[in-house]
């Protein structure tokens, strides 16, 4: 049974860093499509950012470019997302999730995941 374990959240000031974590174990095949996902209090979940297993590819939210990378170290089955510049806005519980591609792309929409995580909470204060 595929787990993902999520860790790295925490509270920060505006404008600081977090590195998220996510811990993979179980898999007997190879994610076609990974990312991040991030639920606010009152609000629906929405993406942040996915990469393409195979390729490397990324796409992300337009709220996070720029500051958010997203990276994959597949020896280890651990995905990362690196949160920098962050503001209030970006407090939220935040799940990696894998899925399938769709149409050649992998989707940033949380409906595309058939995998998740637990997530980690993050909270920024101004």
């Known amino acids: 049974q595929v787990q993902l374990v999520e860790s790295g959240g925490g509270s920060v000031q505006a404008g600081g860093s977090l590195r998220l974590s996510c811990a993979a174990s179980?898999?007997?095949?190879?994610?076609?499509?990974q990312g991040w996902f991030r639920q606010a209090p009152g609000k629906e979940r929405e993406g942040v950012a996915v990469?393409?297993?195979?390729?490397?590819?990324?796409q992300y939210a337009d709220s996070v470019k720029d500051r958010f990378t997203i990276s994959q170290d597949n020896a280890s089955r651990t995905l990362y997302l690196q949160m920098n510049s962050l503001n209030p806005a970006d407090t939220a519980m935040y799940y990696c999730?894998?899925?399938?591609?769709?149409?050649?792309?992998?989707?940033?929409?949380?409906?595309?995941?058939?995998?998740w995580g637990k997530g980690t909470l993050v909270t920024i204060s101004s």
């Open positions: 999730a894998s899925g399938p591609m769709y149409g050649g792309v992998c989707p940033i929409a949380p409906s595309g995941m058939t995998v």
């Open positions: 179980g898999y007997t095949y190879t994610p076609t499509c």
């Open positions: 990469i393409r297993t195979s390729s490397g590819s990324t």
